[in-house]
């Protein structure tokens, strides 16, 4: 079965700080992964995807991840943090033999405090 | 820029009480999901639907759940007799039929509907 861990719940950065958000991930085949933002009263945006293509994923926002199989992690970068971006991340896994239907398996979710 | 809506924001509902929560997804996309988050826990994946029928669910859509697209555009999610465990928030999400394959294409979600149990 599939699984996704984000270590830390809450991680608070400085405005212009380097943000770096941990995803850790369990697949018996390659598996799809995401990166999804919850900005407050908001539904779930996409912010990037891995899908097997490159391994450095750019997204919205001035975000990037990184697929390292040997690690089987997804780690959630920006250089310089900015106060929007201020909210929940979640990274989730798809695919595999266990499911054809896209379903999405969600980690814990890591509120991203920036402070002024 | 096209959107998954639902509606209502917030139900409060008692016991025993029977709740639909409703989605409109993106007109085009063929494949709907729904999924909560119990407060503090993680998004759980619930049901998903294509081609009018459910392609997969978990273990937490039982018999009290069901869904349904009534009517092309709406789709909804019904609890029949609520518990105070199913008090969470629902977010249904949609994604369409091309892209790279079932599993690696965006999946558009809604901002939810909170679902209070008293």
């Known amino acids: 079965a599939q699984s996704v861990t984000q270590l830390g719940s809450h991680v608070s950065v400085s405005e212009g700080a380097l943000v770096l958000l941990r995803c850790n991930y369990s697949s018996s085949v390659p598996p799809y992964l995401f990166w999804y933002v919850q900005y407050p009263n908001q539904g779930l945006q996409l912010l990037l995807k891995?899908?097997?293509?490159?391994?450095l994923v750019k997204g919205i926002n001035g975000f990037e991840a990184e697929f390292k199989k040997s690690e089987t992690s997804f780690h959630l970068t920006k250089p310089s943090a900015h106060m929007s971006d201020a909210a929940e991340y979640f990274c989730a896994v798809s695919g595999g033999l266990s499911s054809n239907t896209g379903k999405l398996i969600f980690g814990q979710g890591t509120t991203l405090q920036v402070k002024p | 820029e096209p959107e998954v809506t639902q509606t209502p924001s917030h139900q409060v509902t008692q016991m025993g009480q029977e709740v639909i929560l409703r989605c409109v997804p993106i007109s085009n996309h063929l494949y709907f999901y729904w999924y909560r988050q119990i407060l503090g826990q993680k998004v759980e994946f619930l049901v998903s639907?294509?081609?009018?029928?459910?392609?997969?669910k978990s273990e937490i859509f039982d018999d009290q759940f069901s869904v349904e697209r009534p009517d092309g555009s709406n789709f909804t999610l019904k609890i029949r007799s609520t518990k105070l465990e199913d008090s969470a928030m629902y977010f249904c999400a949609s994604r369409p039929s091309t892209g790279q394959g079932h599993a690696g294409s965006e999946q558009y979600f809604g901002p939810g509907t909170r679902l209070t149990v008293t």
């Open positions: 639907f294509y081609n009018n029928e459910i392609s997969e």
């Open positions: 891995y899908t097997s293509a490159a391994t």
